[in-house]
T-cell receptor, first 113, second 114 residues
Framework: RKEVEQDPGPFNVPEGATVAFNCTYS??????FFWYRQDCRKEPKLLMS???SGNEDGRFTAQLNRASQYISLLIRDSKLSDSATYLC??????????????FGKGTKLSVIP | EPEVTQTPSHQVTQMGQEVILRCVPI?????FYWYRQILGQKVEFLVS????????KSEIFDDQFSVERPDGSNFTLKIRSTKLEDSAMYFC????????????FGEGSWLTVV
């Protein structure tokens, strides 16, 4: 089983649509969770951290289910500028100074006018 | 906003040649990293560096690879004898002290081995 698994997509959605990304992780010792976005041939950029209670940042909502080892990202009212690859990222052991991020392969989103 | 800078942005090298990729982390950061991404694949951890030594490395980071912080600002990745499969985007990253702090990535150095 892959450490971090995502639907590769691509997801092609019209502007204004709501789109959901799902991710599962295999290591139950994982401690912190993130969604990054990556534009073509660019560096990953942190979109948001994911907390157990769920968290929201504007049009973006992230959820974590530790029991199911499942992470989600919801984008509401999608914009053309949301077109990118969305990376699910897990950190196994942040407390000891370790910051070995494990990336999923990403889900590509294209928002269509 | 402070940023991690990397040079070169793109390098083409012949198989067997040595390559040095350079990075200037954010100035007050203490933890430094190299990741790589082969075209079409996921981002993969290579190595982390703290207090002038390697703190962790992955299976990818074999004896061909080395890292160095030669002065107070630069952080370098050296590939001693490049192979075709080393062709990838190499991302440098840095982080401040504290387990919750964000890791910041540079724009990457695209290495093509021919």
């Amino acid at each position: 089983r892959k450490e971090v698994e995502q639907d590769p997509g691509p997801f092609n959605v019209p502007e204004g649509a709501t789109v959901a990304f799902n991710c599962t992780y295999s290591n139950s010792a994982s401690q912190s969770f993130f969604w990054y976005r990556q534009d073509c041939r660019k560096e990953p950029k942190l979109l948001m951290s994911v907390y157990s209670s769920g968290n929201e940042d504007g049009r973006f909502t992230a959820q974590l289910n530790r029991a199911s080892q499942y992470i989600s990202l919801l984008i509401r009212d999608s914009k053309l500028s949301d077109s990118a690859t969305y990376l699910c990222v897990v950190n196994r052991n942040p407390g000891a100074g370790s910051y070995q991020l494990t990336f999923g392969k990403g889900t590509k989103l294209s928002v269509i006018p | 906003e402070p940023e991690v800078t990397q040079t070169p942005s793109h390098q083409v090298t012949q198989m067997g040649q040595e390559v040095i990729l350079r990075c200037v982390p954010i100035s007050n950061h203490l933890y430094f990293y190299w990741y790589r991404q082969i075209l079409g694949q996921k981002v993969e951890f290579l190595v982390s560096f703290y207090n002038n030594e390697i703190s962790e490395k992955s299976e990818i980071f074999d004896d061909q690879f080395s890292v160095e912080r030669p002065d107070g600002s630069n952080f370098t990745l050296k590939i001693r004898s490049t192979k075709l499969e080393d062709s990838a985007m190499y991302f440098c990253a840095s982080r401040d002290r504290g387990s919750g702090n964000t890791i910041y990535f540079g724009e990457g150095s695209w290495l093509t081995v021919v």
